[in-house]
């Protein structure tokens, strides 16, 4: 069993950066689509970035502004967001898919407990 937990959002002004840390509580494999997805009030919860055997997907309103990475050493992997505007306030959520899911929500297998994120303007 997998367990995840998010750290790192917070307030920030429109134009500024956050660091989200996703940490797992154990080694997850290679084979496993590391995702991020995220929930604004009122709305469903959508597709932020994943990362799939090395190759980065990311939703078009990311536009080059975010960023993936992991240290396998820390079972972690980030999420850099630069350039925030007011639109990306959401709880994010990361989340592991064993079945090389991509943007699909429903196969992924474990999720995090989300962390909020606001930009204010």
């Known amino acids: 069993q997998v367990q995840l937990v998010e750290s790192g959002g917070g307030l920030v002004q429109a134009g500024g950066s956050l660091r989200l840390s996703c940490a797992a509580s154990?080694?997850?494999?290679?084979?496993?689509?590391m995702g991020w997805f995220r929930q604004a009030p009122g709305k469903e919860r959508e597709f932020v970035f994943a990362?799939?055997?090395?190759?980065?997907y990311y939703a078009d309103f990311v536009k080059g502004r975010f960023a993936f990475s992991r240290d396998n050493g820390k079972n972690t992997v980030y999420l850099q967001m630069n350039s925030l505007k007011p639109e990306d306030t959401a709880v994010y959520y990361c989340?592991?898919?064993?079945?090389?899911?991509?943007?699909?929500?429903?196969?992924?297998?474990?999720w995090g407990q989300g962390t909020q994120v606001t930009v204010s303007s």
């Open positions: 989340a592991a898919s064993s079945r090389g899911s991509i943007r699909q929500l429903s196969e992924y297998n474990y």
């Open positions: 154990g080694r997850i494999p290679d084979s496993y689509t």
């Open positions: 990362v799939h055997t090395g190759v980065a």
